[in-house]
């Protein structure tokens, strides 16, 4: 990694991960495979901000850990980077297993459970498939009604005024890693 840790992917452990990895690694992994609109890929870095902006309006009054588990929840990402579900899928049980092991890693060096609630775990699905709908249809070049039928229907008042956000990578980088810090200080 660039911090100068050695991360064993087969074999993660929570002294091994460092913000600045993840944030660096994510804001230059480009969602939709790069297959977007804009001056730039649209990273998972923002696409994890807008998740985590989206899981605050659906459980306002969620605590800060589980606003961080948002923000972390394609963590992994930094490492193996963002395959589309039908190739995840291909790929078989082996990459479910080590998405598993590297989040785990994540959560515990972040001062969370390694596995989250289940509640807590589907409402961020549910943020993650609104932020897809949003990403389909404004940059990604779905209709409406083809990300509905792809993503479901979201709930317009949790999207109201949020727009996909294309910034160069390394504002993106700092916009992450500054969530994160305001976010591991509120849990303190």
Partial sequence: MLSGRRLDLLDPTPVDIEIEDIAHGLAFVARWN????????????????????????ITPRAPAKWRLAALLH?????????????????????????DDRLTAAVHLRFGLPAA??????RQIKRADKISAWMEATEIAGFSEAEATRFFGKPDPALMEGLHILLRPPVETRNAFTARHLSLLKEMT
């Fill in 34 to 57: 790069g297959q977007t609109r804009g001056d730039y890929a649209y990273s998972v870095a923002e696409h994890s901000l807008l998740v985590e902006t989206i899981f605050g309006r």
């Fill in 74 to 98: 394609d963590a992994p990402e930094y490492v193996i980077g963002d395959m589309i579900s039908p190739v995840k899928a291909a790929v078989g049980p082996d990459y479910g297993a080590l």
């Fill in 116 to 121: 989250i609630p289940a509640t807590i775990k």
